[in-house]
């Protein structure tokens, strides 16, 4: 089924310039690039976006970090989307990607938190994600026309 999906460059791509080569794996993966921004977040938008881990020993590092640049917002579409841009990620501890993803070619092998992408998790909460941060509700399977 075609899906939708969110993949953030985080800081520390868009600083060491990766913006391009992620587009590039994305294209090339079969996956079209429906919606694309660059832009600073909130320090509200990341409470809500990382509530989950908001009371831990680490978040306030993990936050500090990610207003600290730029980063490049994307909705992505295409056939299993979600695990799909998981695959070409890599695991979330850039330590244990394997070579040719894309934690693994570029993510900090000791900092977990820097590891150049963030990616939804699962279909639903792709959705989430892609209305906190474009404003949008979309429906897997069904394509928007992104003011085409």
């Known amino acids: 089924m075609k899906e939708y999906t969110y993949i953030m460059i985080k800081p520390d791509g868009v600083r060491m310039g990766l913006t391009e ?11 079209e690039i429906k919606l694309f921004d660059v832009r600073k977040l909130t320090g509200e938008v990341l409470d809500e976006h990382y509530a989950h881990v908001k009371d831990r020993d680490f978040y306030p590092e993990m936050k500090e970090f990610m207003l600290s640049d730029y980063v490049v917002p994307m909705i992505v579409y295409g ?34 938190n820097q590891n150049v992408i963030h990616g939804s ?4 909460n792709a959705l989430i994600e892609i209305e906190r941060f474009f ?3 979309l429906n897997h399977g069904e394509e928007y026309n992104f003011g085409k």
Do not use: C
């Open 21 to 31: 080569e992620i587009v590039r794996r994305i294209h090339s993966k079969g996956f």
């Open 79 to 112: 056939e299993n989307a979600v695990q799909g841009m998981r695959e070409l990620m890599g695991p979330t501890k850039s330590a244990e990607a394997p070579t040719g993803t894309i934690r693994g070619d570029y993510g900090n092998k000791e900092i977990v």
């Open 121 to 124: 998790d699962s279909q639903e």
């Open 135 to 137: 404003g949008l509700k």
